[in-house]
């Protein structure tokens, strides 16, 4: 074990030793019997933190010692008898996109000013409420903008499967510390397939909720309502735990979601639903680019589809289409919120060359330009919903790729990079345009021991029906 405060808090003992062995949902149980404490519980993660971060890069701040002071607390809290909240002493991280009181907020960004947070976002302040102890902050790319997790600020993330490759993004520096078991679960911000795109790259189970499910999206203003907050875990059942305590707190928004009958976790504990699904490869993009799935996503796929017909869903081809604008009204509006981005003097020769130069793009349109993209966008979202509404779900795959290299994307042209982002994630945005849950599933490992995975689009409000599915298919 290493040195630090979480080796000094004496998490070598045998009373630790197979917390690592717990799925979350088994652990929150361990903590609320009092089995196994919360500082005990903090400083095992911490040492796996130490350990691991080093050759990982998901942590870009630990914040050690206010972690074991509030788990300290959490342990006074049980032994006094005090109500406890369902996430009782379980530690997690919050992306680098969300402020956490007293930690800095650097959005990835090496143009922004690295100052403390004076309170907690609306994720962060929900599941404190909750019971749950930040370990720290995770690495996302700058502005939560890419799906790989490099920037300027600390190293890049990699993914835990091989370590040259990346666990993707926005999400990545979370699901990489999930997937290496430095947290239990984590939660994650989705506003183009952020936590998905991650999960099938690390093998984890990864949610995005309805829009207006959970309080709080992303770290900046979201035009196109794409952005929502949603659980990385090993489990359905993890994941809907952690579901269940994101949406616990107030959402003081009109267009949010409908409460959901029961909680999530019995849902997926309960695994229950045989469902119609239809199975899509046409992606949005392939009216811009040439979209081709590796060998190895098709059989994912294949998997998928073949674990889904066994558990007695009835699985076929569905025919859909897409309208051809959406590349084009996509960019537009998921890049817009750059050119309102506050900036020192200083701050523009500091961004990433793609940020660089979505910004000065996004600086340059009309509000009319952003206002006819938008308009396609909520068209776009009302012609696939009705597709999609002759199915109970949407089997798509969840990426094209294999995990890609670190520096993959860097080509230094970055309209090659986007591009590049597009070919690899081709099947996610779409479903935050149409405002849709989806999950993530790992369906296969390659013979090089990377994961693959599906994803299945639900109705609208129908996270609990996917995580039952997934429940079905993956670990329990």
Known sequence: MPNGPAAQSGTGSSSTEGIGSLSALALRDALARGEVSAHETAGYFLDRIAALNPELGSFVSVTADAALAEARQADDALAAGRPLGILHGMPLAHKDLTDVAGVPTTMGSAAVPPVPA????PLP???????AISLGKTQVPEFGLSSYSENLVAPPARNPLDPALSPGGSSGGSAAAVAAGMLPFAPGTDGGGSVRIPAAATGLIGLKPNRGRVPSGGGQRDLGQFVVAGPLARTAADAALLLDAMTAGPNYHATSAAPAPGSFLAAALQAEGRFRIGVSTRSPFESRLDI???????????????ALSGAGHEVAEADVHYDERY???FELVWTAPLANIPLPPEGEDKLVPLTAAMRRRALQRSAADLAGAVEILRGFEEETIAQYAAWDMVLTPTVAMTPRPIGWYWTGDAAEDYALQCQYS?????????GLPAVTIPTYVTGAGLSMGVQLIGRPGAEADLLAVAAQLGPQ
């Open 327 to 329: 590349p084009d009204a």
């Open 426 to 434: 081709p099947f996610t945005s779409m479903v935050n345009v149409c």
């Open 292 to 306: 081709r799935l590796d060998p190895e996503a098709l059989l994912a796929l294949e998997a998928g589809i073949l």
């Open 118 to 121: 004076e309170a907690d976002g």
């Open 125 to 131: 302040a929900a599941l404190r409420s909750a019971g």
